[in-house]
């Protein structure tokens, strides 16, 4: 039997030293100073660590000890994560002045230095995987293609693509769907594949999970697409409104809010049938279940 930890747990306990532990590695790179504070500035500017905390909830479903690799993986998405809100903040994509609460970091950093540590975080990332002196041979090999795929051409850098070439037509929910799973979605199916091999999951448990991903990453985004709308700036972090103004594809420009408050609904039962699933193996799923809980479901 699991000995199970609350998620409050996970976030008053794991996520401080997880925090310390990613912080420490990048104080010990031997860099350019610059570069440094630029990488540290957008790591610890407060994220919610959602990604990393998937992978440590699932870690503990599988009685799988978040240990130094495990650091090393959830640790490598967070800079691929940090790595692209840098970008995606920059003039040249959505030009934002607010990130987290705190000015982005090419306006505390410059330009250049943005790009330069938003590169920077993106191929350490995999360095972290392929270091790690605990995660096994296969699993780095897995880990680091399944990582580089979700994240790149076919993944996130694609979807941010397809998102901006879509900017200024409409395009239908079944585009609109495609550029959120690959721009946000693909991040999060990471997580939940990473925890999967990590945790050695079934081939039945790890398809479950992916399914349970991928809802979850579809809810992420059309959660974050109703709070543009419903949001307050100090809330989010972030400058609200903005996706009307500039044309957005979003969920409430395309369906209006009320159905979006019920495709989130839909694509949570979705999340939850996985979940079933996965419990019928014999799997401890209340964290899975509690995550669900990030998402307000008003209306
Ligand atoms: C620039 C290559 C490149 C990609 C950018 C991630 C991304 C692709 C764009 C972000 C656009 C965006 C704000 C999408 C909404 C969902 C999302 C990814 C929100 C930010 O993630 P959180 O809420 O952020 O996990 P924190 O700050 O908590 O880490």
């Not at 994220?47 to 490598?76: T, W």
């Not at 330009?111 to 699993?139: K, Y």
């Not at 900017?167 to 609109?176: A, D, I, M, N, Y």
Request: hydrophobic share 40%; charged share 25%; proline share 2%.
């Amino acid at each position: 039997m699991q000995k199970m930890i609350s998620l409050t747990t996970f976030s008053d306990e794991i996520l401080p030293k997880f925090n310390h532990e990613l912080v420490g590695r990048l104080r010990d790179l031997d860099t350019e100073k610059a570069l440094k504070e630029s990488m540290i500035y957008s790591v610890e500017a407060g994220g919610k660590r959602m990604r990393p905390l998937l992978i440590f909830v699932i870690c503990q479903m599988f009685n799988h000890e978040i240990d130094n690799g495990v650091y090393s993986v959830a640790g490598a998405l967070e800079l691929i994560h940090t790595y692209s809100l840098i970008h995606d903040d920059l003039p040249a994509m959505d030009n934002d002045d607010l990130r987290r609460g705190k000015p982005t970091n090419h306006i505390v950093y410059g330009e250049s230095m943005a790009i330069l540590a938003g590169d920077a975080l993106n191929t350490l990332a995999f360095e972290w995987i392929g270091r790690s002196d605990v995660v096994g041979d296969a699993q780095k090999v897995a880990l680091m293609s399944r990582l580089a795929q979700l994240a790149g051409p076919e993944g996130m850098v694609g979807g941010q693509v397809a998102d901006i070439e879509g900017e200024h037509q409409v395009l239908s929910l079944t585009q609109l769907k495609r550029v959120h799973k690959r721009k946000t979605g693909d991040l999060i199916e990471f997580a939940v594949y990473a925890g999967g091999i990590l945790g050695n999951a079934t081939t039945e448990q790890q398809a479950e999970l992916i399914q349970y991903g991928r809802q979850f990453g579809l809810a992420f985004q059309i959660y974050d697409d109703i709070m543009d709308v419903v949001g307050t700036s100090e809330e989010m972090g972030k400058a609200v409104h903005k996706d009307n103004q500039e044309n957005k594809n979003t969920y409430p420009g395309l369906i209006g809010l009320d159905q979006s408050y019920d495709t989130l609904r839909n694509v949570i039962d979705q999340a939850k049938v996985a979940i079933q699933n996965l419990k019928k193996t014999g799997l401890e799923t209340g964290y899975l279940e509690e995550l669900l809980h990030y998402f307000k479901l008003k209306n």
